[in-house]
């Protein structure tokens, strides 16, 4: 009577396992457009839980059947219980684990002065030591363009301030969101390095000076990009050390998250980051001591 009871108790738990696992496949599959790792490992850790009793009643049905109870038997088939259904929550959490959004940075040369076409706005990282961007809001400087003709920056008198001969160092850097859900804020660590130059150029010396500045990312929506120009302003070189991960924050994430960046196959990526030479303009309303030096935020042609 007592076997009858346990085989009806095995079934039962292996129905109720079996129901449990074909309710958490089903949720997780119509339960919003992408499971989030949260919610995920969570009904992992239940489907597994719920499978453990099934599959112990098993083992050791099998173990009165096949090997008369020995003591040995037994214990072999209960880890071998555990392990099986450890090991299926893990190979299908791998199949289900959502792939980190794809985050490409594009670095490329651009040419000075800066082209702003009629009906547009362009951002600007002015590079400088006395000037640094934090993520407590949006420091890149903005030059918006609301006319029908097309507009440069700088501006004529600044550009007319240094020789014909002499060149200015101008990088376009451009982030988009190739993933398929939309991202709604980000952040993005620049480390930059300053040295004094040389008859040979630019070249890293044991005290150089360096600094951060963060860039923040506005909403993207999936195709999308961020782009803005850096420019260095400085009587120094300048090194802008793209950052490796981005902190971003996608449509279903409840919290911040950071992924790695995928950068393009530009040949300038293999040849260290984008370096600058001293600026020769005579720059307008330049800090003269570090701070919080913002001035002008956004210029309007």
Not at 133 to 152: A, I, P, R, V
Not at 236 to 257: F, K, Q, S, V, Y
Not at 294 to 300: A, D, H, K, M, P
């Amino acid at each position: 009577m007592s076997s009858k009871a346990g085989a009806n108790t095995s079934e039962l738990a292996l129905g109720f396992c079996l129901g449990t696992v074909m309710t958490i496949a089903f949720s997780l599959m119509t339960w919003g457009s992408v499971p989030t790792p949260r919610r995920l490992l969570f009904s992992l850790v239940v489907m597994f839980l719920c499978a453990i009793y099934p599959m112990w009643c098993a083992a050791n049905g099998a173990a009165g059947k096949f090997f008369k109870a020995k003591r040995s038997a037994v214990i072999a088939l209960r880890c071998i219980a555990l392990l099986a259904p450890a090991v299926c929550t893990t190979l299908w959490g791998r199949e289900l684990w959502p792939k980190p959004p794809l985050i490409e940075m594009r670095i490329s040369p651009s040419g000075f002065p800066l082209s702003i076409p009629p009906h547009s706005l362009v951002s600007i990282l002015r590079i400088h030591p006395y000037i640094a961007l934090t993520d407590s809001t949006d420091f890149l400087l903005k030059d918006s363009n609301d006319s029908g003709k097309e507009f440069f920056w700088p501006s004529q008198q600044e550009i007319d301030s240094k020789s014909p001969d002499d060149h200015e160092t101008v990088y376009r850097v451009e982030v988009t969101n190739h993933s398929p859900e939309t991202l709604v804020s980000g952040k993005l660590s620049f480390q930059l390095q300053y040295g004094p130059g040389a008859s040979t150029g630019c070249m890293p010396s044991a005290d150089s000076v360096k600094r951060e500045d963060v860039v923040l990312m506005p909403q993207l929506d999936p195709g999308k990009s961020l782009e803005f120009y850096a420019i260095n302003q400085s009587d120094l070189c300048a090194w802008l050390i793209p950052p490796g991960i981005a902190t971003i924050r996608m449509m279903n994430d409840e919290t911040e998250r950071q992924v790695p960046l995928t950068f393009d196959k530009n040949p300038l990526y293999n040849s260290g980051a984008p370096s600058f030479m001293p600026t020769k303009i005579k720059w307008e309303g330049l800090p003269k001591t570090p701070g919080p030096h913002y001035q002008i935020q956004r210029i309007t042609h």
